[in-house]
Structure formats: C-alpha cells, structure tokens
C-alpha cells in the first residue's frame, strides 16, 4: 500500500511538473523577444526560478522600465516563498547546505504538494520530485523558448508584445481561489493602473504589490488575533 501511494504522489508530482514546466517556453521566447540574450534568459530561469517573479520582471523591462524597477518587482513578489519555508521548515528539516538548494526549490507548487500530504514521508516525496521536475522542466523549456524568441524577431509583429500579461495572469489566476485574494489583486491591481500615466514604468506594480503585502499583513494579524480569542 506505501509503496503504491508513493507512486501516486511521484505520479502527480510529475504531472504538476511537466504542466507548469511547459510555460518556461513561454519565458524564454518572451525574453529574447522583449530584448534579453539567450543567456540571460537561461540565467535568470536558473537562478530565480519562480514563474511569476520572472514574468513581473521580463514585464517592467519590456514596457521600458530599469532592470532595478524590475528587479524590485520581482523580490517583492517572491517574498511570498519566505512564508511558504516557515510552513515547510518543520517537514523537511534539512541541515547544512542542504538548506540552500532546498530553499530554490520553494515554490507555490511544490509547497502545495507537500502541505497536502497526510504523512512527512509523502510531503517530502511531493515537494523533492514536484521542486525538480519543474525546476529541470522550466530550465530546458525556457532554452527553447529564448533560442525559439531570437528568430521570431519583433514580437511586436505577431502581438506577443502583450503576452507577458497574459502568461503572468495564467500564473496567477490559479493562486485566486478565495474572496479575499481576489479583492486583493483587484485593488492592487486599480492602483497600479492608476499610477501608470503618473509614475515611471515598473513603479506602477511596485506600489501596487507593497500594497497588497500591506493589506494582506493586516489581514492576517486580524484573522490570528480572532483565532487567540
């Protein structure tokens, strides 16, 4: 019976893995279209490894904005996985170096796949092979994709200039599964929209996002001080 369950979560993990992996292509040729080398693309699929940072990132470049703009933007958005390692830390008790590339691979679906699980062994099992699967999926898709970009040429020409909203929206509408998230995107969002004629490109979504992490820490303070009382 373990043994069959275990199967069934690796099964699962690598189906989740080959799905979000896919989207690296869409990375890669939105990099090199929207200006970047196939190298830095590829780096920054290696090194930053979360989807939607990357996407908010490639975002501000594209509409003109600093790679400091941009690399604001994406910090911001992935100091989520700073809470995810606090929920994970009691699972998987890693020690040492172990720690460090255990921490990139702390994502919103290998945390997911690892916070579901009914038993440590299987939350582990879940998080390694759904972390490395999409991590080594994501890599080579997002080659393809930037070597796919560089002969594609203006990605103006066939529209894939408003893509990068569109990749990072498919990201994110997974993540929108309560009342409260989605009201939170949508007044950060108005905000954002509401700075772009007045603010330089990428601080729109910089100040949206600080909102959003504002309005979500107090959010969850109110929700802890409830559960005390």
Same mark, same amino acid.
């Given at each position: 019976?373990?043994?069959?369950?275990?199967?069934?979560?690796?099964?699962?993990?690598?189906?989740?893995?080959?799905?979000?992996?896919?989207?690296?292509?869409?990375?890669?040729?939105?990099?090199?279209?929207?200006?970047? =080398?196939?190298?830095?693309?590829?780096?920054? =699929?290696?090194?930053?490894?979360?989807?939607? =940072?990357?996407?908010?990132?490639?975002?501000?470049?594209?509409?003109?904005?600093?790679?400091?703009?941009?690399?604001?933007?994406?910090?911001?958005?992935?100091?989520?996985?700073?809470?995810?390692?606090? =929920?994970?830390?009691? *699972?998987?008790?890693?020690?040492?170096?172990?720690?460090?590339?255990?921490?990139?691979?702390?994502?919103?679906?290998?945390?997911?796949?690892?916070?579901?699980?009914?038993?440590?062994?299987?939350?582990?099992?879940?998080?390694?092979?759904?972390?490395?699967?999409?991590? *080594?999926?994501?890599?080579?898709?997002?080659?393809?994709?930037?070597?796919?970009?560089?002969?594609?040429?203006?990605?103006?020409?066939?529209?894939?200039?408003?893509?990068?909203?569109?990749?990072?929206?498919?990201?994110?509408?997974?993540?929108?599964?309560?009342?409260?998230?989605?009201?939170?995107?949508?007044?950060?969002?108005?905000?954002?929209?509401?700075?772009?004629?007045?603010?330089?490109?990428?601080?729109?979504? *910089?100040?949206?996002?600080?909102?959003?992490?504002?309005?979500?820490?107090?959010?969850?303070?109110?929700?802890?001080?409830?559960?005390?009382?």
């Amino acid at each position: 019976m373990s043994e069959s369950t275990d199967r069934q979560v690796k099964a699962d993990s690598l189906g989740v893995g080959l799905g979000v992996g896919l989207y690296g292509i869409s990375f890669g040729a939105l990099a090199t279209t929207g200006g970047l =080398s196939v190298a830095q693309a590829c780096a920054l =699929s290696l090194l930053a490894f979360t989807g939607a =940072s990357q996407f908010a990132f490639l975002g501000v470049i594209v509409a003109g904005g600093t790679a400091t703009a941009g690399a604001l933007t994406a910090v911001l958005l992935g100091a989520r996985n700073t809470f995810y390692a606090i =929920s994970l830390a009691p *699972i998987l008790r890693v020690r040492g170096l172990r720690r460090f590339t255990t921490a990139h691979l702390v994502i919103d679906e290998s945390t997911a796949m690892a916070l579901t699980r009914p038993t440590v062994h299987q939350s582990k099992l879940g998080f390694y092979w759904t972390g490395l699967s999409i991590f *080594i999926i994501w890599n080579l898709m997002t080659f393809v994709g930037a070597v796919a970009g560089n002969a594609i040429g203006d990605p103006k020409a066939i529209g894939l200039d408003a893509a990068v909203a569109a990749a990072f929206l498919g990201l994110l509408w997974p993540r929108l599964d309560t009342a409260t998230t989605r009201w939170l995107v949508f007044i950060a969002g108005a905000v954002a929209l509401g700075l772009v004629p007045v603010t330089p490109a990428g601080a729109p979504i *910089i100040v949206g996002g600080l909102l959003a992490v504002a309005i979500g820490l107090v959010i969850g303070k109110s929700a802890a001080q409830v559960g005390d009382e």
